[in-house]
T-cell receptor
Framework: RKEVEQDPGPFNVPEGATVAFNCTYSNSASQSFFWYRQDCRKEPKLLMSVYSSGNEDGRFTAQLNRASQYISLLIRDSKLSDSATYLCVVTATSGGSYIPTFGRGTSLIVHP | EPEVTQTPSHQVTQMGQEVILRCVPISNHLYFYWYRQILGQKVEFLVSFYNNEISEKSEIFDDQFSVERPDGSNFTLKIRSTKLEDSAMYFC???????????FGQGTRLTVV
């Protein structure tokens, strides 16, 4: 069973649209949750951490549901510059250290 | 703003050769990681390093691979006897603690020919 699962997309949306990405994880002992953004052939960059209470950073809102082992990212008023791959990252342990584990990523294309 | 730096940005090597990828983590960070990403695929964990020793490694990190922190700033990944399938982007990352967020270097693109 895959540890972190995401819909690969691509999500193709017009500028100004609202788009939501989902992610599920299998390890119930997972400790921390993040969304990263990756542009083509670049490194992953931290977008935001995800908390059970939900958190918002400008146009971006992240939610965590521990009971369902589910994480979401909502992007409002999409910009052309939001086009990228969005990576769900879960820090989990198999009994040892906590290791950031990546989903495959969801590709977003924002068009004019 | 502090950042993780990696050198070289691109390395081309012949099959069977050894390569060393270098990383300078953020200075106050204690946990270091190597990941790889084959073109078009997901970011895969290779190894984590804490307190001058490997704390976790994946199935990918076999005897062909080794890591070292030769001094107080550098963190290296050595790949012995490279194979064509080792061609990938290799990312170094560091975090101040676990399980806090990890910050990534810009990557080294390794091409084995």
């Amino acid at each position: 069973r895959k540890e972190v699962e995401q819909d690969p997309g691509p999500f193709n949306v017009p500028e100004g649209a609202t788009v939501a990405f989902n992610c599920t994880y299998s390890n119930s002992a997972s400790q921390s949750f993040f969304w990263y953004r990756q542009d083509c052939r670049k490194e992953p960059k931290l977008l935001m951490s995800v908390y059970s209470s939900g958190n918002e950073d400008g146009r971006f809102t992240a939610q965590l549901n521990r009971a369902s082992q589910y994480i979401s990212l909502l992007i409002r008023d999409s910009k052309l510059s939001d086009s990228a791959t969005y990576l769900c990252v879960v820090t989990a342990t198999s009994g040892g250290s906590y290791i950031p584990t990546f989903g495959r990523g969801t590709s977003l294309i924002v068009h004019p | 703003e502090p950042e993780v730096t990696q050198t070289p940005s691109h390395q081309v090597t012949q099959m069977g050769q050894e390569v060393i990828l270098r990383c300078v983590p953020i200075s106050n960070h204690l946990y270091f990681y190597w990941y790889r990403q084959i073109l078009g695929q997901k970011v895969e964990f290779l190894v984590s390093f804490y307190n001058n020793e490997i704390s976790e490694k994946s199935e990918i990190f076999d005897d062909q691979f080794s890591v070292e922190r030769p001094d107080g700033s550098n963190f290296t990944l050595k790949i012995r006897s490279t194979k064509l399938e080792d061609s990938a982007m290799y990312f170094c990352a560091s975090s101040v603690d676990e399980p806090t967020e990890a910050f990534f270097g810009q990557g080294t693109r390794l091409t084995v020919v």
